[in-house]
């Protein structure tokens, strides 16, 4: 059986034996893009390769691509622990022509990849493809030698990729592995597309126009090519496991986490233990890439995802802090490809272990308020949005840590409630302060108090006075 290190490697090794310059993954903070929240795909440190800005010497690359989808246009967040396939942080397998190859290589060296060299049986392959691109259909034909009933042509966005309003777009395809006829769900295109039977594994794109206005689309002179496959949804297929969390590296975090807390991953304890997991990944790598937990912007969607998995070692019966007693498994897993995660060792168990102890006070209390206030709530009720607002301004729970929370009992969150509650505060500070006149100063003060918060910072400086930091 290979292990996800070896799987990374073998993807790599491929490319490079076939023309391609095996470049590292760009950090989860993207330089050459301040509208991007975290890295998320591959293609995003060759943005400006793609649109002609920026020259490398290679036009043929391949990389593994750390990525975090936890905010912005991709959120995965709330499936994470939930679906068999969804990470915060995931690596994804890339290989990139830059006007070089088109369609034709990138079909045969995807397809050849995956049942040659890894030994994927060809019935457990679906492909589609956008449904226009008669070109991509007759090669799958003529390549893969698929059945057309298994190349499906798939008419939505999920088939035509875009980098922005304008800029390279074209049609992709997706190579999708059937998992078997026990797990629930359809073939993609079809109304049980979002079950786990199907499971996407690589996504092939064909950049093959410039967008040039709203209206104006033209053909790019040098067509290229942009492909991602998350390795841990390769490795659970090549590990004979339909779940991500199943495979070697995930195991061996939930193992740790196990050890830790003396709770077994089952029953209503699995989802947690999956949470802990994929949490500590995304934090770690997000540390290591310079993002500290903050109260807003980059830092809150970390703080987001730490507190969340706090809530969860909570649940496990953690009374001492967590996260930070698993990274050692992680940096042994993990640390040979990322090097940044043992150069970063101390400062991210630091500030895992800051994070949880400041935090953990505030949640046992607000649990109880929130145990208190859904006592006679249940499936299909809504928390209030008032409530919802207090334990984020008073307890510091992000609304979807309180979401999250809800969510095994089937209750949800009056979320425009909450909005509506947070609105009424900030006008009412703003009303008590319109005495001063002073345009400036206000303005300076509502842009500290948005980003600290001003109750929960006045928590942990109490805290700090009682010496528990
Ligand atoms: P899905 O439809 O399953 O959410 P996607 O279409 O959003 O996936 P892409 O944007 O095409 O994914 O990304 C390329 C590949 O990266 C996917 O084919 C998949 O293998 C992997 N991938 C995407 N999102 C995640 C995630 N949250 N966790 C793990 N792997 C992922
Ligand atoms: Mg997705
Ligand atoms: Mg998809
Ligand atoms: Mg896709």
């Not at 290589?105 to 226009?132: M, Q, R």
């Not at 505060?425 to 980003?451: M, N």
């Amino acid at each position: 059986m290979s292990g996800v290190n070896e799987i990374r490697s073998t993807f790599l090794n491929y490319f490079k034996k076939n023309g391609h310059e095996i470049v590292a993954s760009s950090p989860l903070v993207p330089r050459n893009d301040p509208t991007l929240m975290f890295t998320n795909a591959g293609m995003v440190q060759f943005k400006n390769v793609f649109t002609g800005i920026e020259q490398r010497p290679y036009s043929r690359a391949t990389t593994s691509q750390k990525c975090v989808r936890a905010g912005g246009k991709h959120n995965d967040l709330d499936n994470v622990g939930y679906t068999a396939r969804h990470h915060t942080f995931f690596e994804m397998l890339g290989n990139f022509s830059f006007g070089d190859y088109f369609k034709e290589e990138a079909i045969s060296l995807a397809w050849n990849l995956i049942t040659k060299e890894f030994g994927l049986p060809a019935d457990k392959l679906t492909v589609t493809v956008y449904h226009t691109d008669d070109v991509a259909f007759d090669l799958w034909k003529k390549i893969a030698g698929l059945p057309e009933e298994r190349i499906i042509r798939i008419a939505t966005s999920d088939n035509f990729w875009a980098m922005g309003d304008t800029g390279p777009c074209g049609p992709c395809s997706e190579i999708f592995y059937d998992h078997g006829a026990d797990i629930w769900g359809g073939p993609p295109g079809s109304a049980d597309e979002d079950g786990d039977r199907f499971i996407e594994i690589w996504n092939l794109v064909f950049m093959q126009f410039e967008q040039v206005t709203k209206e104006q689309r033209i053909d790019l002179p040098r067509p290229s090519i942009d492909t991602g496959m998350g390795l841990e949804r390769l490795a659970a297929v090549l590990q004979g496991k339909h779940d991500n969390y199943d495979i070697d590296l995930f195991q061996t975090l939930i193992h740790a986490s196990e050890e830790a807390t003396g709770v077994k991953a089952e029953g209503p304890f699995r989802a947690s233990h999956r949470v802990i997991a994929d949490h500590l990944r995304s934090s770690s790598f997000l540390i290591a890439d310079g993002v500290l937990p903050s109260n807003e912007g980059r830092g809150y969607v970390l703080r987001r995802i730490m507190r969340r998995a706090m809530r969860h070692a909570q649940l496990l019966g953690a009374r001492e802090p967590l996260m930070y007693r698993l990274l050692p498994a992680l940096v042994r897993e993990m640390g040979q490809a990322y090097p940044e995660l043992i150069r970063a060792e101390s400062l991210i168990s630091e500030t895992l272990k800051l994070e949880e102890t400041r935090f953990r006070k505030t949640l046992e209390r607000g649990l109880g308020l929130l145990g208190e206030a859904t006592e006679t709530l249940s499936d299909g009720d809504s928390l209030d949005g008032e409530t919802a607002f207090k334990l984020y301004d008073t307890f510091g729970f992000p609304l979807d840590l309180t979401q999250d929370a809800l969510r095994q009992r089937g209750i949800s969150v009056d979320t425009e409630g909450f909005s509506a509650a947070m609105e009424r505060q900030k006008a009412e500070a703003r009303a008590h302060w319109s005495g001063s006149g002073d345009a400036a100063t206000e303005t300076v003060w509502f842009s500290v108090r948005d980003k600290v918060g001003a109750t929960e910072f006045l928590g942990y400086e109490t805290e700090k006075a009682e010496g528990i930091i």
